[in-house]
């Protein structure tokens, strides 16, 4: 079985369950990681190392209520993008399978 045919049958299963469920499943993973990625690099650029006093100070909380605003946007931006390229390549490979 080639990975297209791997590909293929994993995004027949998503699709069957719906956009609505991919998007909110990937954007919060992708928002997750991002958020938790910045808090953390912000803190290592702010004092040149993740030490225990950042994340005790009121940097961290301040890094952390910026990043939980643009989190979001950036997982719904990355979960819409991956459904799109995903359907791009599904609709490709349909288009082989008839020929």
């Given at each position: ?7 293929y ?59 939980a605003?643009i ?27 008839e020929?």
């Amino acid at each position: 079985m080639t990975s297209d045919d791997q590909f293929y049958r994993k995004w027949y299963i998503t699709r069957y369950k719906g956009k609505k469920r991919y998007m909110w499943r990937t954007g919060a993973i992708q928002a997750a990681l991002f958020f938790a990625v910045l808090t953390v690099f912000a803190g290592f650029i702010e004092h040149g190392s993740i030490t225990v006093e950042y994340f005790t100070s009121g940097d961290v909380l301040s890094y952390g209520m910026f990043f939980a605003v643009i989190a979001p946007v950036y997982g719904w931006s990355a979960a819409r993008s991956a459904w799109y390229r995903n359907e791009q390549r599904f609709d490709d490979l349909e288009k082989i399978r008839e020929d």
